[in-house]
């Protein structure tokens, strides 16, 4: 029970983590403006596009989320059965954090690849048991 507990309010805790890093994304759309701007080879209409596809990021960071939180209230509700989206976020997470950090070298990017598997441990943790 105190397992579940634990898994639960860290399944909670990084959903909120990953929903509030949108806002810690998007507020950096000014530098990336700015930094874009001052590219001679850019032409405005690339720029426009990379910024919305930055801020379409942002978005699916705050709907994951979200997604996260919303399955976590149908858990403790009860609901079984529900855990494939925040799985396949947590996969996401990981393997894009791994792929980040292997392609950029950037360590930032390891956040991304725990929150995955903060988020991965969590939802397993929160399966109902298997009956013979």
Not at 44 to 51: R, S
Request: contains cysteine; proline residues 4%; aromatic residues 12%.
């Amino acid at each position: 029970m105190i397992m579940r507990k634990l898994a639960s309010a860290v399944f909670l805790m990084t959903g909120i983590v990953i929903g509030l890093g949108a806002f810690g994304h998007d507020s950096n759309a000014v530098k990336l403006a700015q930094t874009l701007a001052a590219a001679p080879a850019l032409e405005p209409a690339d720029i426009k596009v990379i910024l919305a596809v930055w801020h379409f990021c942002s978005g699916c960071m705050l709907v994951f989320g979200a997604t996260c939180v919303w399955t976590w209230w149908q858990i403790r509700k009860g609901a079984a059965g529900i855990l494939a989206a925040p799985v396949l976020i947590g996969v996401f997470y990981v393997v894009s954090g791994l792929a980040t950090v292997a392609y950029t070298g950037v360590p930032f990017f390891w956040l991304f690849a725990v929150l995955g598997g903060l988020l991965l441990g969590s939802a397993l943790a929160l399966r109902p048991a298997i009956r013979k």
